[in-house]
C-alpha cells in the first residue's frame, strides 16, 4: 500500500509529495515575525496557503528558531488558538499545530488540530500521553540541544545514524503510549543542532531516515543553510529553498514545510509528473 498518514479522522494521501505552508503567529520568526499578528491578516493567509495548494497548514505560537527562547503556554493558546477555531470551520487542509506543551497540544486537539508537529518530538512531561489521547497525527523531529543554544557547538560522530536512532527511540514511545505508525511522520530536524555540513549529510541521506518505514517530513525552507550555499538574506531565498525542497522530495520526502507555497507546490508538480514517467 502506498504512503499514507492518518490525522484524527482523516487520512493524507502520501503517493506523491505534498506542500506544508507554514504560518507564524509569532513576533519574532526568523523570516516572517511579527506580519501574523493581527487575526484579519492570519485568517486571510492561511485560506491563501491553502488556495495555493498546501495539503497542510502549520501555525506556531512559538519560534524555535535558533536563540529563540521558549514561551508560556498560556501565550502560545492566546496566538495559535483564535486562528485555529475561526479556520477549522473554513479550510478542508489538514491543520497542524507547531507546539511541545501538553496544555497545547489538548487545546489544539479539541479546536479541531489534525496533526501535532512536534520540534521536542513529544519528550515534554506530558506531552506523549495528551497526543496519544488527541487522536492527532504526530510528526517527530530530531534536535540535538535547545534552540536557545544549540547552533554553539554541535557534534556528531555519525550525524545519519544517530538521528535514525534517535526517531527511532521517540516511534518507540510513540507506540508504547498508544500512538499507533500509522499516526507517525518523522522529521531530521534540518538547522536544528547541525552545522551546514550536518544538513547536507542529512539531505544527501534522506531515504535512511525514511527506514523506520514512516513517511519523513523536511523543514529546509528559508533556513541558515539555504543562506549559507547561496549567499542571501531570509527574505532573498526562494530559490534556494525551492531547490532543497526538490532535493529532499527526491531524496524520499513526502512532506515540504516551506514558507513558499506556490513556486514549492509548482516544483513538485514538475518532479511528480517526471517520476511518474
Ligand atoms: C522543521 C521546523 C519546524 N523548522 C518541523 N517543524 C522550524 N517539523 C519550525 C536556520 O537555520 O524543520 N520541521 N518548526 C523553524 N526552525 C528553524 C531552524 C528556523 C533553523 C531557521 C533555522 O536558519
Redesign the pocket.
Known amino acids: 500500500m502506498s504512503a499514507q498518514l492518518r490525522c484524527g479522522e482523516r487520512t493524507l494521501a502520501l503517493d506523491s509529495p505534498v506542500v506544508m505552508g507554514v504560518l507564524n503567529l509569532t513576533p519574532d520568526s ?1 523570516s516572517d515575525g511579527g506580519r501574523y499578528l493581527d487575526p484579519d491578516q492570519a485568517l486571510a493567509r492561511a485560506l491563501q496557503i491553502e488556495a495555493e495548494g498546501a495539503a497542510l497548514i502549520d501555525l ?1 505560537g512559538e519560534s ?3 536563540g529563540a527562547a521558549p514561551v508560556s503556554a498560556a501565550e502560545e493558546l492566546r496566538r495559535v488558538l483564535p486562528l485555529l477555531e475561526r479556520l477549522r470551520p473554513r479550510t478542508r487542509a489538514i491543520l497542524s499545530v ?1 507546539t511541545s506543551k501538553p496544555e497545547v497540544i489538548r487545546a489544539a486537539a479539541a479546536a479541531g488540530a489534525d496533526l501535532i ?1 512536534d ?1 521536542y518530538a513529544l519528550r515534554a512531561p506530558g506531552a506523549l500521553e495528551a497526543a496519544a489521547e488527541s487522536g492527532c497525527a504526530v ?1 517527530l ?1 530530531h534536535m540535538q540541544g535547545e534552540p536557545r543554544t544549540m547552533q554553539h557547538a554541535p557534534h556528531y560522530e555519525d550525524v545519519v545514524r544517530e538521528v535514525r536512532a534517535f526517531l527511532g527511540e521517540r516511534v518507540t514511545a510513540c507506540r508504547a503510549a498508544g500512538i499507533p505508525d500509522e499516526r507517525i511522520v518523522l ?1 531530521p ?4 543542532g547541525k552545522t551546514l555540513e550536518h544538513n547536507l549529510t542529512l539531505l544527501r541521506h534522506l531515504h535512511r531516515v525514511r527506514a523506520e518505514g514512516r513517511p519523513v ?1 523536511a ?1 529546509l525552507s528559508r ?3 539555504i543562506g549559507a550555499l547561496t549567499g542571501k538574506a531570509a527574505g532573498e531565498r526562494l530559490h534556494g529553498s525551492v531547490a532543497a525542497a526538490l532535493i529532499a522530495a527526491q531524496n524520499g520526502a513526502e512532506i515540504l ?1 516551506v514558507h513558499d507555497v506556490a513556486a514549492t507546490v509548482d516544483a513538485l508538480k514538475v518532479l511528480a509528473a517526471a517520476a511518474r514517467g
Open positions: 526568523f506556531g524555535t528558531r535558533p507547531d508537529n520540534v510528526c523531529m522529521d530536524g534540518f538547522g536544528f517530513l523543514g533556513k541558515s543553510m514545510r
